[in-house]
């Protein structure tokens, strides 16, 4: 059987799983963020070697796909789950099927297996998958129903993966919230404590919620950014 190496389809994955990195700190978080400067710089490396003989290139871009899949999906899994946050979703799913494609050619590389027409298979079908998720993402958040503020919602904005306050303050019983996300990436709204006091925000979308809330200070946070917090008085 002849057809493509697994070694080829290991390298255009590396290529593919560095692209991917780039547009995550440069278009959706827009920031830095050390692991996946890590990982996608072992890639970058990886795919050099692999452009020479021996099996150094092998290993070390396998073992940066491994990384890359666990890491894409333990961080930033939820972006799976919510297409209307188009950014985040679409390039999330294609970092996922990128690390799957990756690892799969890895390992048959590494364990010297032939090349075969199995290997076009598997980057087609990781191809086909990307563009499915980008479509899916494009028509969710193209038919996204905003909000529109109501009187006496707290207005709670996020940008820059920052909330625009640090303290919020509302009385006690229906509090409820106008949330708008200026950016390209998921966040949340999470009020720590309080049942049904979670709300998803999808990128460059406007979103609403009310949550019953009695007296006390709690903490409200978005779960995948650490650095935005801030303390809701409820009296
Ligand atoms: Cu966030």
């Avoid at 920031?31 to 290993?59: E, K, T």
């Avoid at 333990?74 to 990128?98: D, I, M, R």
């Avoid at 563009?131 to 899916?136: S, Y």
């Amino acid at each position: 059987m002849s057809g493509t190496s697994w070694r080829t389809l290991l390298r255009w994955a590396a290529i593919a799983g560095i692209v991917e990195y780039v547009i995550v700190m440069t278009l959706v978080e827009r920031s830095v963020i050390p692991p996946v400067l890590v990982i996608g710089v072992l890639l970058f490396i990886g795919a050099i070697l692999l452009g020479r003989s021996g099996p150094a290139g092998v290993r070390l871009t396998t073992v940066a796909f491994v990384l890359f899949l666990l890491s894409n999906l333990v961080f930033a899994g939820k972006n799976l789950t919510v297409p209307a946050s188009f950014g985040s979703f679409a390039v999330t799913w294609a970092a996922v099927l990128t690390g799957v494609a990756g690892t799969i050619a890895g390992v048959n590389a590494w364990r010297g297996r032939e090349p075969s027409p199995a290997v076009a298979g598997v980057g087609a079908a990781a191809v086909a998958l990307t563009v499915v998720a980008v479509v899916i993402g494009l028509a969710a958040s193209l038919g996204y129903h905003n909000a529109k503020a109501v009187n006496g919602d707290v207005a709670v904005r996020a940008k820059d993966s920052k909330f625009d306050k640090a303290v919020l303050a509302v009385p006690r019983g229906q509090a409820s919230f106008f949330l708008d996300n200026a950016d390209n990436t998921l966040h949340n709204f999470h009020i720590v404590g309080v049942k049904g006091g979670t709300k998803e925000m999808p990128a460059n979308h406007r979103t609403r919620f009310t949550a019953s809330v009695a007296a006390g200070t709690y903490k409200y946070r978005c779960d995948y950014h650490t650095d935005m917090k801030g303390t809701l008085t409820v009296s």
